[in-house]
């Protein structure tokens, strides 16, 4: 048996702090639990595609977690795959080699008690980019490489998005011109596949996979799955044991549950602005 945590969208800054206690709290939680692997799945960053500095920062910060962590980038880190929420933070090579001359790289895999696990970095999908295309072979050659381990994948976008209103929120999903083998391919030899790009939790099982939203570490938001999800803010523990795959999630006692709708005063991103400062990272 092996456990994973995964800690997503934790938004980090060096200047806008109101989730960093939520960051130090769920670091404390992971570190008593001692996992065998923590992955944190993207957004590690508030405004990573613009500075270096929340980047070091963010980086700077994953030491506070004891067990040996994989990280892979949102579009708070990257920027989105064109054309992306807004013209101006779109993913291009500068920003992905700002991204990698602190993690290392976009994407991961390595094999945890029997079971092969992958790191897709789902800004790529649908950028093109060179790097896409090498994320794609390196995919490939998991999934078909691999075929007496089950696999389990983990991006910062959904596979899908059930919600009736999915087309005007396309961007919290893998976008329709990602490459075929992605979507087709990807879901027949996936057995697990975790999103953490939403901050409620909700499963769904199909196509012989069980699909997965992880909770945030900084504030709530609606699933892209079912409207009655859980929302919570807190961290996803799963179990692998042989051939199958257990899912708790923790509520981390004192974590902050921040409506990111008025954060934002509605759209007009206050949080970009006139967050408190943030310590510096212990």
């Not at 200047?15 to 957004?43: K, L, Y």
């Not at 390196?138 to 087309?167: E, I, Q, V």
């Not at 099982?205 to 939203?213: A, F, L, Q």
């Amino acid at each position: 048996m092996a456990r994973i945590v995964v800690i997503s969208d934790p938004h980090l800054s060096p200047t806008h702090g109101f989730f960093w206690d939520n960051w130090r709290r769920a670091c404390a939680a992971v570190n008593r639990m001692s996992p065998d692997a923590v992955i944190v799945s993207g957004d590690l960053c508030i405004n990573g595609p613009e500075s270096d500095a929340e980047m070091v920062f963010a980086g700077h910060a994953l030491r506070s977690l004891n067990p040996p962590v994989y990280a892979i980038p949102g579009n708070h880190d990257v920027g989105d795959e064109p054309p992306g929420q807004e013209a101006g933070p779109i993913i291009d090579g500068q920003r992905l080699q700002r991204w990698n001359s602190v993690f290392g790289l976009d994407r991961f895999a390595f094999d945890l008690g029997g079971w092969r696990m992958i790191g897709v970095n789902a800004q790529l999908l649908g950028s093109g980019l060179p790097q896409e295309k090498e994320q794609m072979h390196g995919l490939m050659t998991n999934l078909l490489g691999h075929r007496r381990r089950p696999c389990s994948s983990c991006t910062n976008r959904c596979s899908f998005d059930r919600r009736k209103k999915a087309r005007r929120r396309r961007h919290r999903s893998i976008p329709n011109r990602a490459p075929a083998c992605f979507t087709a391919c990807a879901p027949r030899r996936l057995r697990s596949s975790s999103a953490a790009i939403c901050t409620a939790t909700a499963t769904l099982c199909g196509m012989g996979s069980r699909h997965v939203w992880a909770p945030s570490t900084a504030f709530l938001l609606d699933a892209p799955v079912d409207a009655d999800a859980a929302a919570v803010v807190g961290i996803l523990s799963v179990i692998f044991d042989e051939d199958e795959v257990r899912i708790e999630v923790t509520e981390v006692p004192g974590l902050v549950a921040y409506d990111l709708a008025e954060l934002k005063e509605h759209g007009r991103y206050r949080y970009l602005r006139d967050m408190p400062s943030c310590p510096p990272a212990t």
